[in-house]
C-alpha cells in the first residue's frame, strides 16, 4: 500500500490560489469549482486505464491530474499523481488500485475542506 503523505489540506497554498485568480480572491472558489469539475473525467480515465491494463492510458491520465493539481499548489496531491504515473509508464499497474485509493482519499477532505472553506457543493 502506498505510503500516505500526509494531511492534503496543508499542501493547499492559498496564496498560489490567489495568485493563479490574479489577486482576485473572490475568484478563488470559481478555480477550486472548475478544479473538481475536471475530477471525474480524469479518475475515470485512470480507473480505465488500471482496468483495461493500459499503462499509457493510466501514465496520461495521472499526468493529466498532477498537472491540475500542481497548477493549484496541491503539491502532495501532485506528488501522488507523478508516482501513479511513473508506476505506469514502467508497465508496473499492480500498484495502481492502491494508489489510486490514496489519490481518491485525499480527493475526498480536499473536496470536505472545500465545502467548509468556501461553501462549494463538490465531490471527489
Known amino acids: 500500500m502506498p505510503e500516505?503523505?500526509?494531511?492534503?489540506v496543508e499542501s493547499l497554498n492559498p496564496e498560489r490560489l490567489v495568485e493563479l485568480a490574479r489577486g482576485?480572491?473572490?475568484?478563488?472558489?470559481d478555480l477550486v469549482r472548475e478544479f473538481f469539475a475536471v475530477l471525474p473525467g480524469l479518475?475515470?480515465?485512470?480507473?480505465?486505464?488500471?482496468?483495461?491494463?493500459d499503462p499509457d492510458a493510466?501514465?496520461?491520465?495521472?499526468?493529466?491530474?498532477?498537472?491540475?493539481?500542481?497548477?493549484?499548489?496541491l503539491d502532495r496531491l501532485a506528488a501522488l499523481c507523478q508516482e501513479m504515473e511513473h508506476l505506469a509508464?514502467?508497465?508496473a499497474l499492480d500498484g495502481g488500485t492502491?494508489?489510486?485509493?490514496?489519490?481518491?482519499?485525499?480527493?475526498?477532505?480536499?473536496?470536505?475542506h472545500a465545502r467548509r472553506t468556501?461553501?462549494?457543493d463538490v465531490t471527489s
Open 89 to 91: 509508464r514502467g508497465g
Open 43 to 53: 479518475m475515470a480515465a485512470i480507473r480505465s486505464g488500471l482496468e483495461t491494463r
Open 98 to 112: 492502491d494508489q489510486l485509493t490514496v489519490i481518491q482519499e485525499h480527493l475526498a477532505v480536499l473536496a470536505a
Open 24 to 29: 482576485d480572491r473572490t475568484a478563488v472558489p
Open 4 to 8: 500516505r503523505v500526509g494531511d492534503p
Open 118 to 120: 468556501w461553501g462549494l
Open 58 to 73: 493510466t501514465a496520461s491520465a495521472a499526468h493529466g491530474l498532477k498537472g491540475c493539481a500542481a497548477a493549484l499548489g
